[in-house]
Nanobody, 119 residues
């Protein structure tokens, strides 16, 4: 069994910063893809920033230049540094990873962490 545990959400003023963390644990042979999604009220879940299986990084156009994704492979952890936050960044942020146990692979989701940008 695999778990993704997120942390770091909260309330921040416009222009502020937050750093999210997502740690994967359990039966992990290889993490193929790992990244962040978000879902605002009344909207569909969207990709924010992800590491692809080839090691490239994809960012949503709305966060380019403001958000930075990074990872610590030794800790099976991915981070999302969010700077210059805007009210439209308010959403529940979810970590997602495609993980192989050496036999099969599947997609896992974290429980989500709320990010609220408001004055």
């Amino acid at each position: 069994q695999v778990q993704l545990v997120e942390s770091g959400g909260g309330l921040v003023q416009p222009g502020g910063s937050l750093r999210l963390s997502c740690a994967a644990s359990g039966s992990i042979f290889r993490i193929n893809v790992m990244g962040w999604y978000r879902q605002a009220p009344g909207k569909e879940r969207e990709s924010v920033a992800t590491f692809t299986s080839g090691g490239r990084i994809n960012y949503a156009d709305s966060v380019k230049g403001r958000f930075t994704i990074s990872r610590d492979n030794g800790k099976n952890t991915v981070y999302l540094q969010m700077n210059t936050l805007k009210p439209e960044d308010t959403a529940v942020y979810y970590c997602n990873a495609d993980i192989s146990n050496g036999i099969v692979h599947r997609s896992y989701w974290g429980q989500g962490t709320q990010v609220t940008v408001s004055s």
